[in-house]
């Protein structure tokens, strides 16, 4: 049997931030394995710095909300037509698409159509919403590269070869996450308790949720005098939009608790805290491996919800109650996201702590230091082992297409 060629070449897109940091990570480990191998397509500066050549800037990726990406739309759909018309001329020996899957499926799918073989590094929400998309992935994607157990089923079931890999964040995040040292770089005080509100990096998140959150630290406050609160704001837009919101709330409250923002740094602003109330997001995961009792919101527009409602085949969004299939974390979705009741889970995480010596919490707790363990697999080396041990697998089969094809 003929040996199996080594990769020489490797095709690459990523969307976002998120998706530079996971690209650099795989590259540096994929070229411990390949060495002589070349790395070229839409990447960040961390990927850039790993060396792969950028074709177009990043940033054209980057769009959120259905108007942007509508104005947007033929710039892109061009742009996927002519990587995928180069590539199909040039022929790499793979293609990676990280994340971003209404731009990279299609690309994936053209691309495996001409025989090259595809990876993608970040399971689409197809097991949340819109599910039979698995259909046009499975024509797409050779494998599948995950970030969590659970989402391994649906491509098992549809016979498309899948690893999980784990999720950078268990690697970054330390198991235990003390809360004086992180009080203590935020210049905090150490014998105060601590709810850290974050309503969203988002401006249409910080919009529907900021209010709410104002709203219920006023109750807190009224209940418990000494309670103190930290928010941490993702940039400076937010900062002027939440800002914006303190100064209705003064008009509308008597007395307005003191809420401390910082710039950046949630996760310290996690870890220094006693009880977290965030909008629902990858921060939900973030906020188990800190391992914090936390209380999650989701809301929306009327319109939206109600559309999407229609397409998703979940009821939960927490990525922790995802993970167990069960409520770890309350989660108020939508109409039931109110400052009472946002107040009143709040209330019932200080009441387990000082009622029944956090019982509940330490059952929680628990979960999350298993999951945290589960999870933190060293994602980089991983995925990299990962592509290794496909490729090994499929190799010779994709140098016989690319050849006599």
């Not at 790993?50 to 509508?70: D, F, K, Q, R, W």
Request: glycine fraction near 6%; charge should be neutral.
């Amino acid at each position: 049997m003929l040996p199996v060629k080594s990769i020489q070449r490797i095709a690459i897109v990523a969307g976002e931030a998120s998706g530079d940091i996971l690209g650099a990570g795989l590259i540096s480990e994929l070229k411990k394995k390949y060495p002589h191998a070349v790395f070229e397509g839409i990447a960040g500066p961390l990927m850039q710095k790993e060396g792969c050549a950028n074709l177009y800037p990043m940033e054209s990726l980057s769009v959120m909300g259905l108007l942007p990406i509508l104005k947007k739309l033929p710039e892109l759909l061009k742009m996927r037509a002519d990587l995928a018309r180069y590539w199909t001329d040039t022929k790499p020996d793979l293609f990676i698409g990280i994340d971003a899957p209404e731009f990279n499926i299609g690309l994936e799918q053209k691309l495996k159509q001409k025989g090259i073989k595809t990876v993608h590094y970040v399971s689409p929400s197809v097991w949340a919403w819109r599910p039979k998309r698995i259909h046009k992935i499975k024509k797409a994607v050779d494998l599948m590269l995950c970030l969590f157990p659970f989402e391994q089923d649906i491509y098992q079931r549809h016979a498309i070869d899948n690893f999980c890999v784990g999720h950078p964040l268990a690697d970054e995040v330390p198991v235990e996450s003390h809360k004086n040292d992180a009080r203590d770089e935020l210049g905090l005080e150490h014998n105060k308790q601590l709810v850290c509100l974050m309503p969203g990096s988002r401006g249409s998140e910080m919009k529907l949720l900021g209010a709410d959150f104002i709203d219920m630290a006023v109750l807190l406050r009224q209940f418990y005098p000494d309670i103190r609160f930290v928010a941490p704001m993702a940039n400076a837009k937010r900062r002027s939009q939440f800002e914006q919101q303190l100064q209705e709330a003064r008009n509308k409250h008597q007395i307005l608790p003191d809420i401390e923002l910082i710039d950046g740094q949630s996760r310290t602003a996690m870890a220094a805290s006693d009880y977290i109330v965030m909008a629902s997001g990858t921060a939900t995961l973030e906020a188990m491996l800190i391992k914090r009792p936390t209380v999650v919101a989701y809301k929306v527009g009327s319109i939206s919800y109600k559309i999407f409602k229609k397409l998703l085949t979940i009821d939960t969004f927490a990525i922790p109650n995802l993970l167990s299939k069960q409520t770890l974390l309350p989660e108020l979705i939508q109409e039931d996201c109110t400052p009472d009741n946002l107040f009143a889970e709040v209330r019932a995480w200080i009441g387990d702590d000082e009622n029944n010596n956090g019982q509940r919490w330490n059952q929680v707790h628990e979960e999350f230091v298993e999951w945290h363990n589960t999870l933190k697999k060293d994602a980089n080396v991983y995925a990299a082992n990962s592509i290794e041990h496909w490729w090994s697998e499929n190799g010779l089969r994709q140098q016989e297409v690319l050849e006599h094809g």
